[in-house]
């Protein structure tokens, strides 16, 4: 069966372990790991599992687009050049999945709104934060029942999970998640936490996610629609899982999830960056298969996208 | 005056009450702005030179994990400031919950200190905050919470980390009331070794095993010079250290506070203690904080919990120190108790039987 070709841009955690994803998907093949140093470790996987790499950013690989027929590249640089990247690839043609909080196109949750952004050929969609993976769906489980005035996320973190980007900005996490539990979850308005545990052994990340609701609460359609919500979420993240809850208090529906990682690359407590590169490559694959059945075609787009 | 025979005769403190920010949760949040007023006025008249003013959580601290408040931040800070004499307000900020517009809008309401406070092993999480802070001009602290959960030498190295995003006075936090006077002692030393001498060291206490002062003063021996406390202890958990019998134990040692005991005295008894909701002191409870350290906020969350899930208050506790919850997981005090509650057969679990 033939697959759609993917670059990695973005050597790290992210990017390492996302090689392992795609390579289990029966319609995507990665192809291409971009650093911007030769010697990481990263880079050196990559030629191990059979990847084409270059240590020359973006500029490395964009000779490379046409003649390898890439068409999805995956961006878990930072948000300082994120920017850049996807317009020098959007100009080949390749649709970018953003994994950094730079967020310049729609904000996807797979659950949520994956379909809209495919059928719409997007060519560039944010997966916002590990947080707002790991939440939102919930929140959108909610007030797809009843009207949300406000969503309330805590993400807990293992301290060994964060990297050192994001703990030098953690402001940037907490208003991108804010805003996406508006735009994405559908709270008219949201709150972002987070919390860095260094508990030995490191423990999951858990999430609590707080809804107020504007009338009393149905509770057993929002039960049912969360738990429908949580088995959609595992079909792309096994290890999503309701450990207590919904918990009814007047108002407030409390949901106390966990997510286990897979344990491709990273560890298994780290399922912060696991349920990102699985999001991520959920929403690949939604675009290959549309790509693939002939529905969409991905056009060279050289405006570009205005920044937010 | 009496006998002044100790060794810090003649070593300045400067203290910090924390009356109207710790005692906001012992107050549920739940503290109007006239008793702000009124708090902050009686401190400014009894000499206290710096006053925090936020939500217990502070900057952002509204919300449904930390409680509502019945007025923003802003609101409290520009009732309180304009009627202070001689005292600056400060603020808290933990990264992750405060952010930097948060902060700015203190600032733009008078507020000219601030906590900057992570878990003691997660500074690396406050540099823009501290930088920010330093640029508005603000009397700039990086805050170490849960502090004896790092060994000495460690955590030197976290506040080094904080002194090099440009705080001006590192604070060994002891959140659970947990440390010992030989636990304080061995951080601030550690802390003095490695600072550069310019920049101050804190303590910041909780009277969860009754060592609040002995921990202040311990500190103060190894080189501290500022102290958090709060009048007749309004603060989480036991409280903070009570800064009424703090400034008399300072006259009695000779050490200068600059503070008038005798009004803080009476501010305890005639103000404090009335509109206290529960007695702030060492309790069953409170004590099983400070014995099996946990962060003394947790106290009336899981209160809470456990009238609502039959699961007695203090295993609630212990489970969540042996499952190393930190400051901010209050979330986790109820899904702890509802486990707990299914395990005990007193909770059914949801499932997706239907």
Known sequence: ?308 | MMDQLSDLTGRKVIVHDMCLRDGMHAKREQMSIAQMVTIATALDDAGVPLIQVTHGAGMGGNSLQHGFAPHSNEEYLSAVVPKLKQAKVSVLLIPGLGTMRELQSAYDCGARSVHVATHCTEADTSPQHIAYARKLGMDTTGFLMMAHLNNPEELAKQGKLMESYGAQTIYITDSAGYMLPADVKSRVAALRELLKTETEIGFHGHHNMGMGIANSIAAIEEGASRIDASVAGLGAGAGNTPLEVFVAVCARMGIETGCDLFKLMDMAEDIIVPLMDHMVRVDRASLTLGYAGVYSTFLLHAKNASLRFGVPTRDILVELGRRKMIGGQEDMIVDTAMTMAKERGLLKAVTASS
């Open chain 1, 1 to 308: 069966m033939k697959k759609i070709k993917c670059a990695l841009i973005g050597s790290g955690n992210i990017g390492t372990d996302l090689i392992y994803k795609i390579k289990r998907s029966e319609v995507l093949e990665p192809v291409w790991m971009v650093g911007i140093d030769a010697q990481s470790e990263g880079l050196a996987r990559a030629r191990e599992m059979g990847l084409k790499t270059t240590a020359d950013g973006v500029d490395g690989l964009l000779p490379h687009v046409l003649s390898d027929d890439i068409q999805i590249a995956f961006d878990a640089t930072s948000a300082y050049v994120h920017a850049e990247n996807s317009h020098k690839l959007n100009a080949l043609g390749v649709m970018v999945i953003d994994l950094t909080p730079a967020a310049i196109g729609p904000l996807c949750v797979p659950p949520v709104n994956l379909r809209d952004h495919a059928e719409k050929v997007e060519m560039n969609v944010n997966m916002i934060s590990c947080a707002g993976q790991a939440t939102i769906p919930i929140v959108f489980a909610v007030s797809r029942i009843q009207n949300v005035a406000y969503g309330e996320i805590i993400a807990s973190l293992a301290s060994k999970s964060i990297g050192p980007g994001t703990r030098a900005n953690l402001d940037e996490f907490t208003y991108t998640t804010s805003s996406a539990i508006e735009i994405v979850g559908g709270a008219r308005k949201g709150k972002a936490l987070a919390i860095i545990n260094p508990a030995e052994p490191p423990m999951l990340m858990r999430n609590t996610i707080y809804c107020l609701t504007d009338e009393e609460p149905d509770q057993a359609r929002i039960t049912a629609s969360i738990l429908e919500m949580i088995a959609e979420v595992q079909k792309y993240v096994p290890g999503y899982r309701l450990v207590n809850g919904p918990l009814f208090d007047g108002m407030k529906v409390a949901v106390f999830m966990e997510v286990a990682g897979l344990g491709d690359y990273l560890p298994r407590y780290a399922g912060n960056l696991d349920i990102m590169t699985a999001a991520a490559a959920r929403t690949a694959e939604m675009f290959a298969e549309e790509i693939l059945s002939g529905r969409v075609q991905l056009k060279a787009q050289l405006k570009p996208l205005e920044l937010a």
